[in-house]
């Protein structure tokens, strides 16, 4: 009797039937995915399902480890968009996406949905953060406001000459050398304000402290209240008229 030599069975590669009208469970529990800081995660748990719509089986890969990575991918890109602080948040905005049919490869269709918790070992992590960043955010703001009221002084050339004799009266044949450097520094304004209004608030701002005489200033409201008649501003005439009465009580409105 001959005795054939021993094989290892060969793997056959497993074949999908397609599953146009039903599909197939994919489960994945206790996923650790990172939040948006990096060392806080969310604990995840995926339920998820996958159909193969071809008439012809998945050739190279398995259907479901497909499915599986990419269900998995979708997930971990939401969720590091947001805080485990924001738990119904995040869990909303990654079952929006989930619970529509996707197509990772052609004949594959997957959908799941996702539930969401958080050790609280996260969650104190999560909250220094943000109190941390709210420290630093407040002083932030604290030293853009020190720096807008400078800067609102240091345009002024009264102001800052009272401002430079305050912090360094021992230096007073410097104030030239400042005011030299500090020609043509503009008053600080809010983003908000960077329109059209808010140009023309500035400019008007200026102008009015250019005109450092009386009669400069009367020139100036003769010369707009005229503006605003021939433009037919009735209103806008008679307010420029008061500002002229108040800067010269004896004058009347053109």
Not at 37 to 64: N, Q
Not at 173 to 189: C, R, V
């Amino acid at each position: 009797m001959s005795i054939l030599p021993w094989r290892r069975p060969t793997a056959q590669p497993v074949s999908y039937a397609p599953q146009t009208n039903g599909t197939l469970p994919l489960v994945m529990t206790g996923e650790r995915m990172a939040s948006c800081i990096a060392s806080v995660y969310f604990t995840v748990r995926v339920d998820g399902a996958w159909r193969w719509t071809h008439a012809d089986p998945a050739s190279h890969h398995d259907p479901a480890v497909v499915a599986r990575h990419h269900l998995r991918r979708q997930v971990t890109r939401l969720l590091c968009q947001y805080s485990v602080l924001d738990l119904d948040a995040a869990q909303d905005a990654a079952n929006t996406t989930l619970m529509r049919w996707n197509h990772p490869t052609p004949g594959l269709e997957t959908a799941g949905s996702v539930q969401l918790t958080t050790t609280s070992r996260d969650r104190d992590l999560a909250t220094e953060h943000a109190r941390r960043q709210e420290d630093l955010d407040l002083e932030h703001e604290q030293l853009m406001h020190r720096l807008a009221h400078l800067q609102r002084v240091l345009a002024d050339p009264d102001l800052q000459r009272v401002w430079w004799i305050a912090e360094f009266p021992d230096r007073l044949g410097e104030l030239k050398e400042l005011t030299n450097a500090l020609q043509g520094l503009p008053q600080p304004h809010e983003p908000a304000d960077d329109d059209l209004r808010g140009d023309i608030r500035r400019f008007t701002d200026q102008f009015i402290t250019a005109m450092h005489t009386p009669q400069q200033r009367e020139i100036f409201l003769k010369a707009l209240t005229q503006t605003f008649h021939t433009l037919g501003h009735h209103d806008l005439r008679a307010t420029a008229a008061r500002w002229h009465n108040r800067d010269d009580p004896g004058s009347t409105p053109t």
